[in-house]
């Protein structure tokens, strides 16, 4: 089981990326994926979350501005970032979390960097 996250750069201030995190192993559908995103000398923090129903939760930094979304084969999330501002800067990660009757079943990807210049 792998989570993938790529997409991540270097944009100036008001630029825009898309992220993208593509799991592989067994199906995600079922799976609530999240992006979190760390600064250098700051917690971590979630930056958006989409539900197996597409039910979608946004931090209020980035509301209005990011959009998230899952792929036709519910085993990839984007994260689409539009007018993107110097402290959006930070490692952007992606995780994927289950619970069942079974438990907790929780995975996470590498960071991709994303770096906006002001």
């Known amino acids: 089981v792998q989570l993938q996250a790529s997409g991540g750069g270097l944009v100036p201030d008001g630029g825009s990326l898309r992220l993208s995190c593509a799991a592989s192993g067994r199906t995600f559908k079922f799976f609530t994926m999240t992006w979190y995103r760390q600064a250098p000398g700051k917690e971590r923090e979630l930056v958006a979350s989409?539900?197996?129903?597409?039910?979608?939760n946004y931090a209020d930094s980035v509301k209005g501005r990011f959009t998230i979304s899952r792929g036709a084969d519910k085993n990839t999330v984007f994260l689409q970032m539009n007018n993107l501002k110097p402290d959006d800067t930070a490692v952007y990660s992606c995780?994927?979390?289950?619970?069942?009757?079974?438990?907790?079943?929780?995975?996470w990807g590498q960071g991709t960097q994303v770096t906006v210049s002001s």
């Open positions: 995780k994927a979390e289950e619970v069942t009757f079974r438990g907790l079943s929780e995975y």
């Open positions: 989409i539900t197996s129903g597409d039910v979608t």
